[in-house]
């Protein structure tokens, strides 16, 4: 049956539509705009989260997950890191969902550029192999859901926080990270941080 003539899309019409859903398609794969708290996070953790400091984390391509509840356990007092003390005073819940969201849709970039020591790295990926540690990180080191991405993170900033887990565990720390790291040798844990910082 023939649509009557008022009824059919004029051309303007058609040429409109298809924009609007050209650009509903743009809007969605493009990158979630940085929330206002984001910037006095980037002061420390780098561009879009991509650490320049050694001794800090990235948070580009983290489980978006894993950053809310650090950063709930952060606000509520619960994991004590003096670095950021009282900068998460007062956020609300869904500012720190839009915070996480952003930093978990950023690019990850590897931070360590140096010269690979290849006994080093070889020594690392047997311990991490025998250890299991991608059965929970995942085989490429990216993390999931609670546990974070360990792959191209700062070598100092690995070594530092296995130490931590495996000395002085506090509260807010991962109880089965402290067990499975408990007994390792400094040398052990420096070539896994090693390993895991140069992994691609």
Known sequence: ?????????????????????????????????????????????????????????????QPKLFLENQLVLIREGLRDIPQMKGLLDGMKDPEIVALAGYFAAQKPVAASTGPVDPTKWQRGQQLAGKMLCGSCHLPDYAGREQIPRLAGQHEVFLLQSMKEFRDRPGPGRDTIMAASLYGLKDEQLADLAHYLAYFR
């Open 1 to 61: 049956m023939p649509v009557p003539e008022r009824r059919r899309p004029r051309p303007w019409q058609a040429a409109a539509a298809a924009l609007l859903w050209l650009g509903t398609g743009l809007a969605q794969g493009q990158q979630p705009a940085a929330p206002p708290q984001a910037a006095a996070c980037m002061a420390c953790h780098g561009p879009q989260g991509n650490s320049q400091i050694p001794a800090t984390p990235s948070l580009a391509g």
